[in-house]
T-cell receptor, first 111, second 114 residues
């Protein structure tokens, strides 16, 4: 199907702790998996992405893992900071066309 | 331009009126998307343009919704006879299309139907 299931819908962590958001999909043709961060009143901004020929990708405090066999992928944020507080969306696409998004995770990092 | 530009940023209209929302994509981007985001919800796909191909309209919720893209650049999303359930943020995104970059979003148009 088209849907991307995203969990949890809300996540509250203490500053400095790690946060993990998970997404699952069913369309095995999907080969591109971006993650977006949306701050209040703004459009989503790409923070990291991964292609299906890679199992893990890291960019400073942010990492994404992909298990193509199980059709799930996850966002990991380490050493969280208050400015990480936002809504995070996962998405899937096929050859960069017609992206489908998860329902979002509201992350709250408590100082 | 530097990014995807949407106008207006806010629109309040009365039920039954027509509205037009505008999107200026990043220069050179061949693909353009419209999404709808209801309060506290995810992104609902509406329509997708890729180059000169026929648009993918499979996400449009009713025949009151239509969109066009002139000259492969600017796009307009039109909602006719607006209803209160149309109230949402309408997001536009562009990309380089096949084999190119991921989506770049504008800041959206917040539509309120009273």
């Amino acid at each position: 199907g088209e849907n991307v299931e995203q969990h949890p819908s809300t996540l509250s962590v203490q500053e400095g702790d790690s946060a993990v958001i998970k997404c699952t999909y069913s369309d095995s043709a999907s080969n591109y998996f971006p993650w977006y961060k949306q701050e209040l009143g703004k459009g989503p901004q790409l923070i990291i992405d991964i292609r299906s020929n890679v199992g893990e990708k890291k960019d400073q405090r942010i990492a994404v893992t992909l298990n193509k066999t199980a059709k799930h992928f996850s966002l990991h944020i380490t050493e969280t900071q208050p400015e990480d507080s936002a809504v995070y969306f996962c998405a899937r696409g096929y050859n960069f066309n017609k992206f489908y998004f998860g329902s979002g995770t509201k992350l709250n990092v408590k100082p | 331009g530097a990014g995807v530009s949407q106008s207006p940023s806010n629109k309040v209209t009365e039920k039954g009126k027509d509205v037009e929302l505008r999107c200026d994509p990043i220069s050179g981007h061949t693909a353009l998307y419209w999404y709808r985001q209801s309060l506290g919800q995810g992104l609902e796909f509406l329509i997708y343009f890729q180059g000169n191909s026929a648009p993918d309209k499979s996400g449009l919720p009713s025949d009151r919704f239509s969109a066009e893209r002139t000259g492969g650049s600017v796009s307009t999303l039109t909602i006719q006879r607006t209803q209160q359930e149309d109230s949402a943020v309408y997001l536009c995104a562009s990309s380089m299309g096949r084999g190119g970059s991921p989506l770049h979003f504008g800041n959206g148009t917040r539509l309120t139907v009273t």
